[in-house]
Each structure stands twice: as structure tokens, then as C-alpha cells.
């Protein structure tokens, strides 16, 4: 039973410590290279069990998902001479495995390597922009740019004439980058190739300086899929005199809104006012047209009345003047002539008159 049981120890030893050296797995997440004493041996970029040559062959495995590289924020002055923190991060993929294995090694010194190179295409790109457009909506088109030029890595003028076909390589890009403060650029045509191609300085570029650049994915085996910034800064230096021409401006604009909606309200009450003069004016009229027309008509009316019986009228107006100057306790002394006398002198009237009167 010992004798027996010796060999299976032995046996499930082997397996629980061979078995790793000679067979590994690659996920769908994972490609992986595989290399011994440190030469290339076989790249696997598919999923499932793999086979490798025991204690002498070591995997390299990598991510072949987009990874990140977060660049450490940098000051970088712009066209218009002011100073920004910008910090950026930026999404790469590994397409060449082998290449990025001997070009940069592994993803923790890519970060490194690929976001000096992102932050040197950015300090570029911020020094031919003004402020304000990398702070508004023109980030947008400002980042494409940055991405476009952070897959793409400078070379030397004898490593572009080492490749094959020298400078008039397809992968080479020549860039004319212009002697001033701006510093623009342009890619180069043919014909200026040519000319660079027979003379590293010819005269009629005098006024730029010219870059040679190779695909990034061609020398470290990664492609920068996206740059974003995550915050644009203002130095710490210069931060409260920005807020406060901020808050100057702002309060300058609020005034500006204040001074228009005063004058605004001015004008509306100005024209509600001239309306109620207006209407007030138009009722005044109205008012003393009408009480007019109702006094004539009211004139009309009593003329009328006299006219069918004056003397009925000439009594009303008597008594209504005995009433006013008569009553029990006075003595009138009258010309017997006197209108006043000429209804007193019925003694009947006379006794009706200070009855009404008492």
C-alpha cells in the first residue's frame, strides 16, 4: 500500500507543478507573447489553452482592451501668452505585441513613455490656440488635432534615411514647422521632400524647421485611440486676479442688464401714462359734452313749460321767495307797487302763504 501510494504522490506533484509550465490560458480579454531567454517565440491573440516549453519559455500577456494613460497636468502657455494647468488623460490599444514588448516592455512604463508624448503634441497644439478656445467649444476640435498628432512619434533625419526608401518612405511624415510665435505647421509636399532629401537645410525652407515623424503604432506597437482633459486650470499665481476680472465682468454685464430693463421700464410707464391723459382727456370731453346737451336739453324743456303757463310759473317763483324771506315773527314794509305785494294782498293767500311758511 505504501509502495503505491509513493507513485501517486509523485505523480499528482508533477501534475500540480508541471502542468502550469507547460500549458496556459489566454482569455478574450488577454493576447499574449511567448519567449525564451528573452528572444521572441510565438505571439497567441486568440482565446483558449496554450502550450509552451517548460521552465524555459516565459508569457507575456497584455490587455488588448482600450487602456488609459493619465498624463500629470502640465503648465502650457498659449498663442495669446497666458498659462493653463491642463491636465489629459488618454486612451490607447496595443496592436503589435511583440513590437510594444520590445519597444516600451509593459503597460506601466507605456504610461510613462506615451504620456510624455501626449503632453509634448499638446504643448504644441495650446501654443497655436488662445485661451478661450481651449476653454469653450472649441476643445472638441483642439483635442481631435491632439490625438491625431500623438500617433505619431518624431525620428531623426538618419533614422527616416535608414528605412527603406529613405525619406520617400510611405510611413515617413515630414512636417514644416514654421520659424514663429505661433509656431504652425504643415506637411511637407513632394517637391519640398525632394529638396530635403538632397539638402537637410535647403534655403527656400529657411523660414521653417522640419520634423520627421513615423506612425506611433509603428515604433511602440500601441495607437492613441482618444486625448481628453479632465480640468483646465488656471496657476495658482494668477487664479483670484482671474476670478476677479471674472466677477468684475460679470457685474459689468449684470448692469449692463439692469440699465436696459430700467429704460424699459421708463418707456412703459411713459407710454402708460400718456394713455391714461389721453383716455382722462377723452372722458373730461365726453363729461362736458354730454352735460351740455343735458343742460340745453334741460333749458329746452323748462322754456317749454313756461311757454303753456307763464303766470303758473310767476306764482311758483313768489312763494318760493315768501318762503325764503317770510315767517310769523316779521314785519315787511312793501311799496303796494311791489311785485312782493301783489299775491299778499288776498287775505286768504296771505294766511295760506305763512301756514306753508311756519
Known amino acids: ?17 508541471g502542468l502550469p509550465q507547460v500549458f496556459f490560458v ?24 496554450k502550450v509552451k516549453t517548460p521552465i524555459i519559455d516565459n508569457v507575456q500577456r497584455f490587455d488588448k482592451r482600450l487602456l488609459r494613460i493619465d498624463a500629470s497636468p502640465t503648465s502650457l502657455l498659449t498663442k495669446d501668452k497666458k498659462n493653463l494647468v491642463i ?29 510624455d508624448i501626449v503632453n509634448s503634441r499638446l504643448r504644441d497644439e495650446v501654443a497655436q490656440d488662445n485661451q478661450e478656445e481651449i476653454i469653450a467649444e472649441v476643445r472638441e476640435e483642439i483635442m481631435n488635432k ?20 529613405g525619406l520617400n518612405n510611405n510611413l515617413v511624415v515630414i512636417d514644416l514647422v514654421a520659424n514663429t510665435l505661433d509656431g504652425t505647421s504643415r506637411q511637407a509636399t513632394q517637391q519640398e521632400i525632394n529638396l530635403i532629401s538632397a539638402n537637410p537645410s535647403p534655403p527656400e525652407l529657411s523660414g521653417f524647421e522640419v520634423r520627421y515623424k513615423l ?40 448692469n449692463a442688464f439692469r440699465a436696459e430693463g430700467a429704460q424699459r421700464d421708463a418707456e412703459i410707464r411713459a407710454n402708460v401714462d400718456r394713455q391714461v391723459t389721453v383716455l382722462i382727456q377723452t372722458a373730461q370731453g365726453t363729461d ?22 307763464p303766470e303758473l310759473y310767476a306764482f311758483q317763483r313768489y312763494l318760493q321767495s315768501y318762503i325764503k324771506i317770510l315767517n310769523s315773527e316779521d314785519t315787511i314794509v312793501l ?5 312782493l305785494f301783489k299775491y299778499l294782498k288776498d287775505q286768504q293767500v296771505s294766511e295760506d302763504i305763512f301756514e306753508s311758511v311756519e
Open 146 to 165: 491632439v490625438t491625431k498628432a500623438s500617433n505619431f512619434v518624431d525620428i531623426s533625419r538618419n533614422e527616416a534615411l535608414n528605412l527603406e526608401n
Open 288 to 309: 362736458a359734452k354730454l352735460r351740455g346737451e343735458a343742460e340745453s336739453e334741460s333749458i329746452s324743456i323748462l322754456a317749454e313749460a313756461l311757454n303753456k303757463d
Open 87 to 115: 491636465d489629459v488623460y488618454a486612451r490607447y490599444k496595443i496592436v503589435d505585441p511583440l513590437l510594444f514588448f520590445q519597444a516600451i516592455g509593459n503597460e506601466l512604463q507605456a504610461e510613462s513613455k506615451l504620456g
Open 215 to 254: 506612425p506611433i503604432k509603428e515604433v511602440f506597437g500601441a495607437e492613441i485611440i482618444d486625448v481628453r482633459i479632465k480640468r483646465a486650470d488656471f496657476p495658482d499665481s494668477i487664479e483670484s486676479s482671474v476670478f476677479s476680472r471674472m466677477q468684475a465682468e460679470r457685474e459689468r454685464i449684470a
Open 335 to 339: 311799496s303796494p307797487e311791489s311785485p
Open 1 to 17: 500500500m505504501r509502495k503505491t501510494l509513493i507513485p501517486i504522490i509523485i505523480v499528482l506533484v508533477f501534475l500540480f507543478v
Open 26 to 49: 489566454i482569455d478574450e480579454r488577454e493576447v499574449a507573447i511567448v519567449t525564451r531567454f528573452g528572444a521572441f517565440q510565438k505571439e497567441y491573440t486568440e482565446p483558449g489553452l
